[in-house]
Structure formats: structure tokens, C-alpha cells
């Protein structure tokens, strides 16, 4: 790919696991975007579907698309970092194999975050889908923290939604804090991470449609799932036992690393202790 010196290249980080249903439509939507300079990894995380024939017919047709398959599953935090570690941009966005985009969220965010050289991210509005495509009955939410200091930032990104950690993000701040954490949770704490070092940007004109592929699931079920063999992401002994322990641990490692003061440190961690209770009572009945 020629360097397009105008517009700063962007990588697209799609993960894939069994998505041949819908990965099609997902990188029709992807490659459907305005911007003019951006790639697309694809790591298939070793699907026992049709997803990576369908991925390698889309990428021999379209050099912007780059597919690699794993020889085993390597987990859903391992496989994220992949992408992120094979980027070659100085923006990078993760991506579903199931979701879809307005044609304008990437030129959209890369601008946003172009006039405001100190924001983490930029991200779209978002709708929730079901697995054929149809709108559900739930609002997603979103939250800008231009303005902020780092300490209120620190706090929109503990109680907000997670739908930042899917936005267009500076790559050099990806690669500034700790690696992705194979826990439960590991979007919430990169999320506080990145509020600790930049802006949120939501950028309201433009779209996400994150796809609901599975029938709504219990607090139970879900931590069921994510420590099973298809996201790995409990590898630890201590993971395993308390997967929900490793949460507000590295939070509250984020916080003694960053660059507050020692006493808005101490007022932080203080204030995190009921905070981590409430979530932990709020999360069980979501």
C-alpha cells in the first residue's frame, strides 16, 4: 500500500471465530469506508466454520486486506493483541466479525481526533442489532470527556458502556500502557487506562451497529462463557478461581502508575473501594 501522507494510514483489527453468518456483511461494511488510506488484519482464531474461506476469498481480491489464521485458538485477549502487534497505522481500530459501520465512521473519527492532537479516541454513536440485522430495544449511551481532567476521565470511563474500546484509538497509546489482559473485564481497565493518558471524542454523525449473535445471557452465563475454551480469558489459577478479582486490581494499578498527584491518587483510590462494590452489585443484575 502506497503512503498517503494527507491522511494518516489506519489498521482495522478484525478478530474472528466462527462468524461465517455474518462476516461477509462485515467486511462489506468495512470496505465500503470513504477513507482513502486504511488496512484491514484479519486474524481468524482458528474457526472451524466457513468464516476463513470466506475471509481469504475477500482478501485475494482486495489488497487493503491482510488474512492470517492461528494453527490452534489462542484465546480472544491473545488474538486482540495480535492484530494490534501486526498494525502498521498511526490509528488503530478493533473490529467484529459481525458488526457493521456507516461508510463515514473512520474519516469521521480520524478527523475528530486530527483537530484535538490530545484525545485517546474517537467513536461512533452506536445501535444495538440482532442476528438478522433488525434494531433491539436498547439504548447504548455514550460519553465525551473533552474538557476533563484526568481524574473525572478516569471515572466517565469506569461507570460508562464499553463502546469506546471499539473506536478509532491512537496506535502509540495502545502501545504506552500494559498489554490486554486476558481476564474478565480487560476492555474496562484498557478503557481507564487510555482515560488516564487522552479524550474520549464522541463523534455523533456517524454509526456503529453492534450485532447481538447469541440470546440474552444471565451475570452467571456470561462469566461461564468468557472463561471457557473459546475466549480463554481466566488462564490463570487465581483467574480461574476469582475471575472477577483481576478487575479492580488493575485498575487500581493504572492508577498508581499514571502521573496524578500522590494525594489525587490516595482521593482516587479511596473513592474506588464502594465504587468496585456497587459495580460488582449493579453487573450481577445486568
Known amino acids: 500500500m502506497a503512503a498517503n501522507t494527507d491522511n ?22 468495512l470496505l465500503a469506508q470513504d477513507y482513502p ?37 489462542i484465546g480472544a485477549a491473545a488474538n486482540s ?40 479516541i474517537a467513536y461512533a454513536s452506536s445501535t444495538w ?15 465525551d470527556t473533552r474538557g476533563m481532567g484526568q481524574m473525572r476521565r478516569f471515572f466517565f470511563a469506569f461507570w460508562g458502556n464499553l463502546h469506546p474500546v471499539l473506536g478509532v484509538i491512537r496506535a502509540h497509546y495502545l502501545r504506552d500502557v500494559p498489554k490486554i489482559h486476558a481476564c474478565i473485564g480487560a476492555d474496562q481497565i484498557l478503557l481507564t487506562e487510555l482515560s488516564l493518558l487522552g479524550d474520549f471524542i464522541h463523534v455523533p454523525d456517524t454509526s456503529w451497529s453492534r450485532r447481538q449473535p447469541r440470546a440474552e445471557e444471565t451475570h452467571k452465563d456470561k462469566v461461564r462463557r468468557y472463561t471457557g475454551g473459546e475466549f480463554q480469558i481466566a488462564g490463570s489459577w ?49
Open 129 to 143: 442489532i440482532d442476528a438478522e440485522g433488525n434494531p433491539l430495544d436498547r439504548e447504548a449511551g455514550w460519553y
Open 238 to 286: 487465581i483467574d480461574r478461581r476469582l475471575p472477577l478479582l483481576r478487575l479492580p486490581v488493575e485498575q487500581l494499578r493504572s492508577l498508581l502508575r499514571s502521573r496524578l498527584g500522590i494525594f489525587e491518587k490516595i482521593a482516587m483510590i479511596l473513592a474506588l473501594f464502594p465504587a468496585f462494590l456497587v459495580r460488582y452489585i449493579a453487573g450481577r443484575k445486568s
Open 37 to 73: 488510506n486504511f488496512e484491514i488484519i484479519i486474524a481468524d482464531n482458528c474457526s472451524t466454520d466457513d468464516s476463513g474461506t470466506i475471509c481469504q476469498e475477500v482478501a485475494g481480491n482486495d489488497p487493503r486486506v491482510r488474512y492470517v489464521r492461528h494453527e490452534s485458538n
Open 8 to 29: 494518516p494510514l489506519v489498521t482495522v483489527g478484525l478478530f474472528v471465530y466462527n462468524e461465517s453468518p455474518f462476516i461477509r456483511d462485515s467486511l462489506k461494511s
Open 81 to 120: 493483541i495480535y492484530v494490534l502487534e501486526a498494525a502498521k497505522g498511526n490509528y488503530f481500530m478493533w473490529a467484529a466479525g459481525h458488526d457493521l459501520w456507516s461508510p463515514d465512521l473512520i474519516s469521521r473519527c480520524v478527523a475528530a481526533l486530527e483537530t484535538c492532537p490530545e484525545a485517546a
